[in-house]
């Protein structure tokens, strides 16, 4: 797997070290700079592929980096995502005005910080241009917690995909996950918070997913995923790869061992065989029941083409 670069210009020792740390955890290679002209030498070296960037740093501020760095041919192109507690509307706009492609407000969520990172690199491998930030997170459709989209983006969308998919005759295919039940693996210890959980397996989605998968925290610990163009087949190979991650890496944290014990439902259609979102979010949900009903299967699928069910 390739190992992006990503600069920290921050001028507080243990902020820099906590973002350096989810980076390192995250799999990114983290460069630590605690001045602007640190900041500006790491990224005219070209080993540097984002930069998390203070307002406040001692040299020069934030904003006059930024400046130098999208005028400048060799690192105009890298991206810049301000981290501060200056986060206003008008120092919000006047970053975006300089190129800057995302604002996050202090005291910043690590594990946020981590999903816009991601989100900016897959879109950077895409090929695509990188939208604004209120495109990709938009609070209206946007969970605060683990940075998915929310249940009102998923209802909006998988009615489209329901629809292009009856349009162009191809598959689309929706997965539900409930986080059933969480155990210590010891009892003094005690469970991982059930937040942290939560962001967890929402990360967990994340790295199993393609670029225009769709993903959401429908309500509470239930998660959901619009797979476009997916059989049946892949969306159960999908919800496997999920459950295969959270329990054998996400919870070997020994502060806290857990078991997180997952269920899902899935179905999967094409060609008009869904009636609309309602129609086969609500499929995909009976399947979830179906699958919380057994005590030696987790995930329950249902193909609407040709009406046949499977249990695993």
């Known amino acids: 797997m390739e190992q992006f670069s990503v600069c920290v210009a921050e001028d507080c020792a243990d902020e820099n070290d906590l973002l350096c740390m989810g980076l390192r955890l995250n799999n990114y290679r983290a460069l630590s700079a605690y001045t602007g002209r640190e900041a500006l030498d790491l990224c005219r070296s070209g080993k540097v592929d984002v930069v998390l960037l203070d307002v406040e740093l001692p040299d020069m501020d934030g904003y006059e980096v930024c400046r130098q760095l999208k005028a400048d041919p060799t690192t105009a192109e890298i991206p810049v995502i301000f981290i501060t507690a200056h986060n206003d509307a008008e120092n919000v706009i006047q970053g975006y005005n300089l190129g800057a492609c995302d604002f ?84 003094e210890l005690g469970t991982a918070a059930l937040d942290d959980v939560l962001v967890e397996v929402a990360m967990a989605m994340r790295n199993s997913s393609r670029t225009y998968d769709i993903l959401a925290r429908y309500d509470g610990a239930l998660f959901a995923a619009v797979l ?52 086969i979010l609500g499929e995909a949900m009976r399947g979830l029941l179906k699958a919380k009903s057994y005590d030696d299967k987790s995930l329950h699928a249902k193909d609407l083409n040709t009406q046949t069910e499977s249990s695993f």
């Open 228 to 279: 476009p163009h997916a059989l049946i087949e892949e969306a159960v190979r999908y919800a496997q790869k999920i459950n295969d991650e959270i329990s054998t890496t996400t919870f070997n944290d020994p502060c806290c061992p857990t078991h997180a014990n997952l269920r899902f439902g899935i179905v999967s259609c094409r060609n008009g065989a869904a009636k609309g979102a309602d129609h």
């Open 104 to 187: 996050i407000g202090k005291p910043f969520n690590l594990p946020i910080v981590m999903i816009r990172i991601e989100a900016i690199m897959r879109t950077m491998q895409s090929g695509d241009e990188i939208p604004p930030s209120d495109d990709m997170f938009d609070p209206a459709y946007t969970d605060q917690l683990t940075g998915l989209r929310n249940s009102r983006f998923l209802l909006e969308r998988l009615q489209e995909e329901v629809e292009k998919a009856h349009r162009y005759d191809y598959p689309v295919s929706c997965l539900v996950l409930d986080v059933d039940d969480t155990k210590a693996l010891d009892a």
